[in-house]
């Protein structure tokens, strides 16, 4: 069984930043992309920031230059580091990874941003 346990969410202000951190575990076999997809109540997750396993980049135009997502592979982790914080980006944040050649969804980290 594979799980991925995100952590670091919480309330900052406007213009602050926050790292968000995504663990997969249990018999891992190989991981492929990894993303991260914030949700607001409403509407549909959207992918904001995608790595590859080779560590390819690729972001959403809202945050691009704001946030950036990075992987240790060693450790089976991604994570998103966000500044310049914007009210906007306040919801859900799920990531998500390719394990084993199936997708797999952590349980969502809330982000709040203050104005």
């Known amino acids: 069984q594979v799980q991925l346990v995100e952590s670091g969410g919480g309330l900052v202000q406007a213009g602050g930043s926050l790292r968000l951190s995504c663990a997969a575990s249990?018999?891992?076999?190989?991981?492929?992309?990894m993303g991260w997809h914030p949700q607001v109540p409403g509407k549909q997750r959207e992918l904001v920031a995608g790595?590859?396993?080779?560590?390819?980049?690729n972001y959403a135009d809202s945050v691009n230059g704001r946030f950036t997502i990075s992987r240790d592979n060693a450790k089976n982790t991604v994570y998103l580091q966000m500044n310049s914080l914007k009210p906007e980006d306040t919801a859900v944040y799920y990531c998500?990874?390719?394990?084993?050649?199936?997708?797999?969804w952590g349980q969502g980290t809330q982000v709040t941003v203050s104005s």
């Open positions: 790595i590859s396993s080779g560590g390819i980049t």
């Open positions: 249990g018999s891992i076999f190989s991981i492929n992309a």
């Open positions: 998500n990874a390719g394990v084993n050649w199936r997708t797999y």
